[in-house]
């Protein structure tokens, strides 16, 4: 959601395509979507990644039907995303680097708004791309082998 750091989302484009996911960016972007750090993280994939934009988050949640399994993530989550049992289809929901999801967005699903656990309290959070991956393969080894 309103991505602000570019190479995070080369990273997380280059994921996707990797993954066989679409990419949903929801506006205003932090960045040009030309932005030469974009395309030197997503290297010369970013032509054949599945891009969809969205022009607010609203706009972006309007597209989604109710049946429609939705995961978000944030540190101000209370289950921990392992234990989630996600569904083929799922979205998974993440917030900008600066700020995550807003409030009223985690409050409307505290049961589908799950955290990657850090066990340093030094630590605030992880970034965005590595959250985005760690995820997205969890995600995927549930669905193709059945293991929750």
């Known amino acids: 959601m309103e991505p602000e750091i570019p190479q995070n989302t080369g990273s997380i484009g280059r994921l996707c395509l990797a993954t066989q996911s679409t990419l949903h960016l929801i506006h205003p972007l932090g960045f040009e979507i030309s932005d030469a ?37 944030s540190t101000k989550a209370n289950s921990i995303y392992y234990h989630y049992r996600f569904l083929p289809g799922s979205y998974l929901i993440f917030g900008k680097e600066t700020q995550g999801l807003p409030a009223w967005l985690i409050a409307s699903y505290p049961n589908e708004t799950l955290k990657i656990p850090i066990f340093d309290n030094r630590v605030r959070s992880l970034n965005l791309a590595q959250a985005v991956g760690i995820t997205v393969y969890e995600a995927i080894r549930q669905i193709s082998t059945g293991e929750f």
């Open 37 to 73: 750090k974009l395309k030197r993280a997503g290297l010369d994939y970013w032509q054949y990644l599945k891009i969809v934009h969205h022009s607010s988050l609203h706009t972006f949640l309007n597209t989604l039907t109710p049946e429609t399994p939705k995961v978000f993530f």
